[in-house]
T-cell receptor, first 114, second 109 residues
Framework: DAGVIQSPRHEVTEMGQEVTLRCKPISGHNSLFWYRQTMMRGLELLIYFNNNVPIDDSGMPEDRFSAKMPNASFSTLKIQPSEPRDSAVYFC????????????FGPGTRLTVL | EDQVTQSPEALRLQEGESSSLNCSYTVSGLRGLFWYRQDPGKGPEFLFTLYSAGEEKEKERLKATLTKKESFLHITAPKPEDSATYLCAVQAGNNDMRFGAGTRLTVKP
């Protein structure tokens, strides 16, 4: 299996631009998680889906962030408009259940907002 | 508020020099405590889950233990390939996940 696939791996954009991060979970997994990692705040859960339905989005920092999962094999995390404080590594993870011990993480997308 | 504190922030060991990493936590209704390993430029990799005080889990040179206030990750006779950042996370009764800042371990040959 190819594991969780994220694209792009690196993204550099200017403040105010729209950014879309993409994730392809492991085939057969029914839960998908988006995380953000920074030096200041560590790893934070932003949102997670179960069977393509958003279950908990309480970690989404503000309305500029949105996430979708149109089908079982694809999810997006969008930031519009982007700000320099959004600079971080964004990870996607997928699992067979909703518990953290079955999660497999992707390689992450390093986002830099200038 | 739920909190997870890991210590030390960084640890340098000689190959074969055993040591322990600490994860102290305050959480409402612990559902589980999780240890992950993270290599540079990669996502975290799950190591262990602990659910109740007194529980222990082992994998190769790693052993995780849990009390009501903290967890330890013991590393016995580490090798250079054990160098990584080790993350601890707790899941509260409301299913919220909170991660510690991690301990960056370096094992010198």
């Amino acid at each position: 299996d190819a594991g969780v696939i994220q694209s792009p791996r690196h993204e550099v954009t200017e403040m105010g631009q729209e950014v879309t991060l993409r994730c392809k979970p492991i085939s057969g997994h029914n839960s998908l998680f988006w995380y953000r990692q920074t030096m200041m705040r560590g790893l934070e859960l932003l949102i997670y889906f179960n069977n393509n339905v958003p279950i908990d989005d309480s970690g989404m920092p503000e309305d500029r962030f949105s996430a979708k999962m149109p089908n079982a094999s694809f999810s997006t995390l969008k930031i519009q408009p982007s700000e320099p404080r959004d600079s971080a590594v964004y990870f996607c993870a997928s699992s067979l259940g909703q518990t953290p011990d079955t999660q497999y993480f992707g390689p992450g997308t390093r986002l830099t907002v200038l | 508020e739920d909190q997870v504190t890991q210590s030390p922030e960084a640890l340098r060991l000689q190959e074969g020099e055993s040591s322990s990493l600490n994860c102290s936590y305050t959480v409402s209704g612990l559902r589980g405590l999780f240890w992950y390993r993270q290599d540079p430029g990669k996502g975290p990799e799950f190591l262990f889950t602990l659910y109740s005080a007194g529980e222990e889990k082992e994998k190769e040179r790693l052993k995780a233990t849990l009390t009501k206030k903290e967890s330890f990750l013991h590393i016995t006779a580490p090798k250079p390939e054990d160098s990584a950042t080790y993350l601890c996370a707790v899941q509260a009764g409301n299913n919220d996940m909170r991660f510690g800042a991690g301990t960056r371990l370096t094992v010198k040959p």
